[in-house]
């Protein structure tokens, strides 16, 4: 049972990720006097970067140094699920907290093969945790509570603190018949309910989607009946994530005289995953990609990564036509049993245009029933706070349209209050007045290769400049009285050729213009030539490039 709370006591809400946005959800929780606060960290997680925007950007994560900087008082971090906006930040993140990570099987294995790959498994194992078991943290007593969603082993969160009971629902749905794993754990929720919710924590995305988001079980039978129709080669493309979702397809395949083969990395790492979880027993017999190449078109399905258009997964490959063992071709067909996450869609858009050149169908969610979502629709949300009866909404997990009608519809159901948070915003949590009461620092840390940087240095808008309009370097050699020793060295990188002599010729004018008893270092002959070759590029062709000049002294 939790201790009394002492005169200077709080319980706080910090979210640092995943508020405003879906993706790197990575939210905390504060107990304690002000200058001494305890925290949890539940979920951390990455967003991955998108070309257009962050170019050459892998991964973006929640800047976390508020509570690095304090990372004796962290007491742990815990997973909701595996999926990668809630765990893909751990092994980048966790150096600096260095503290004691909890996660249920499926979700321990996966974080376990992320701290492998980065060489950290030496210096932390995740603690497994099983589903409806309990554990304390400080003052945080902790209780892994079954739901649904798109992965094994999902888990909401009962935090019991002195100061009131948390329900943090991590990503939820409600499915009756998940196929894979344990169902919702309604009564664990409901008894939260009766013992006094102060606040209910919660997955916003669907929250401008009336109904229910449907069963997998009902997918299953769809999936089973369109493979039937099907006559040639059939590709199905899933989340990975979704095992599920696998076992549906592989079964559906089973069920129509089809074998199947993986395709992609991700699909043998979680299913191996699964299998050490213990799920899957009964998954059908695999080919290898060789051995199903040999097959009747008729007699194979291959299960692909690369729903989302992916550029290197395996989906992209088979469009490409450029795997070694596994090609689509005219009355083949290539299901897409997944939902377009935004800012997919035209990646996703092409390969369906590739796919059909090919001769390929295209079946997708568009017209046919071939995906569940995985987050709760209105209906459910509305179950969620019948359920846990709450004091306080604190919708999370969303972009701001998301969370203000998820407000809206917590309104709307009688719940006391509810406060839409920004990351970075501390939030007092007391019955019926939540409120901000601090902004700490938060932002994006970019992945880059291999360097994780802070956002906003001019990086990704000096890339974008140079993939709009390209580069023109000039070198110009000055002798010892300034004076150029030779013709200008220019280079010039992805600017059309035409407009290349243009460039060159605009050179000649500052370097006559040049006089090296006044600008003998070259000072006013290095920002004039910049100028001229911009110019000159910008009347040709009306792009500026990027320009950099350099001069060098003899
Ligand atoms: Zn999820």
């Known amino acids: 049972m939790t201790a009394s709370p002492q005169p200077y006591d709080e319980l706080v809400f910090l979210p640092l990720g995943g508020s405003g946005e879906i993706g790197m959800n990575f939210n905390a929780y504060g107990y304690g006097p002000p200058e001494d606060r305890k925290w949890i960290v539940v979920d951390c997680g990455v967003l991955f970067g998108r070309e257009t925007k962050e170019p050459g950007v892998d991964l973006i994560m929640p800047d976390i140094r508020f509570l690095a900087e304090q990372r004796e008082n962290v007491l742990g971090i815990i997973a909701t699920h595996a999926h990668e906006d809630h765990i893909g930040a751990i092994p980048h993140l966790w150096p600096m907290l260095k ?9 321990a294995f996966l974080i376990e093969g992320k701290l492998e790959e ?27 509570i079954s739901i649904t969603h798109s992965i094994p082993e999902p888990n909401a969160l009962a935090i019991r ?7 943090h629902t991590g990503d939820w749905k409600i499915d009756p018949e998940p196929l894979v794993g344990k169902v919702t754990d309604v ?27 449907g069963s997998e079980a009902k997918v299953r039978e ?9 006559k040639g080669r059939v590709a199905v493309t899933a989340f990975a994530s979704n095992v599920a979702r ?99 869609d035209l990646a996703i858009h092409e ?74 915003q501390l939030i007092r949590l007391a019955p019926g007045r939540a409120a901000v009461i601090d902004e700490v620092p938060s932002g994006r840390i970019l992945l880059d290769g291999r360097i994780l940087m802070e956002e906003g240095g001019g990086l990704a808008r000096h890339r974008r400049a140079l993939s709009f309009a390209g580069l023109i370097a000039i070198t110009i050699v000055l002798d010892a009285k300034g004076r150029p020793a030779t013709d200008p060295a220019i280079v010039i990188e992805g600017i059309p050729e035409p407009i290349h002599d243009a460039i060159r010729d605009a050179l000649d004018e500052p370097l006559k213009r040049h006089n090296p008893k006044r ?23 009306g792009k500026k490039p990027v320009t950099r000049v350099e001069i060098v002294h003899l």
């Not at 603190?161 to 329900?167: A, D, E, R, S």
């Not at 696998?246 to 699909?267: P, S």
Request: glycine share 8%; aromatic share 4%.
């Open 99 to 107: 503290c004691p990570i909890y996660a249920t099987h499926f979700t």
């Open 118 to 144: 980065a060489g950290l498994s030496g210096r932390v194992r995740p603690h497994h945790v099983s589903l409806g078991a309990k554990f304390s943290l400080g003052p945080f007593d902790i209780e892994m």
């Open 161 to 167: 603190t002195p100061l009131g009971v948390i329900c």
């Open 187 to 213: 009564n664990a929720l409901k008894r939260l309910g009766e013992e006094g919710v102060l606040a209910t924590v919660c997955d916003s995305t669907n929250a401008l989607v009336s109904g229910e988001s």
């Open 222 to 230: 769809a999936l089973t009946a369109l493979i039937g129709t099907l």
């Open 246 to 344: 696998l076992d549906t397809v592989a079964k559906a395949a089973k069920q129509n005289g089809r074998r199947v083969a993986l395709v992609g990395r991700a699909m043998h790492k979680i299913t191996d995953a699964a299998r050490k979880a213990g799920y899957l027993r009964d998954f059908p017999a695999l080919l290898s990609e060789e051995e199903a190449a040999g097959l009747p078109p008729s007699k194979v399905l291959y299960l692909a990564t690369g729903s989302q258009g992916e550029p290197r997964a395996a989906l992209a490959r088979l469009a490409d036509n450029n795997h070694p063992y596994v090609s689509l071709t005219k009355g083949d067909a290539v299901i897409f049993s997944s939902r377009v996450i935004p800012g997919n």
């Open 351 to 424: 390969l369906h245009n590739k796919l059909s050149l090919l001769g390929v169908e295209v079946l997708s969610a568009d017209d046919h029933f071939v995906h569940v979502s995985g987050h709760p629709c209105r209906d459910e949300l509305a179950e969620m706070y019948r359920w846990t009866r709450p004091q306080i909404a604190i919708p999370v997990h969303g972009e701001p349209r998301h969370m203000a009608e998820h407000a809206r519809l917590a309104r709307s159901l009688q719940v006391p209050q509810a406060i839409v948070p920004a990351n970075g």
């Open 519 to 541: 600008d003998g270092d070259g000072h006013e002959l290095k920002e004039s030539l910049r100028r001229a070759a911009r110019r000159a590029a910008d009347a040709a062709w």
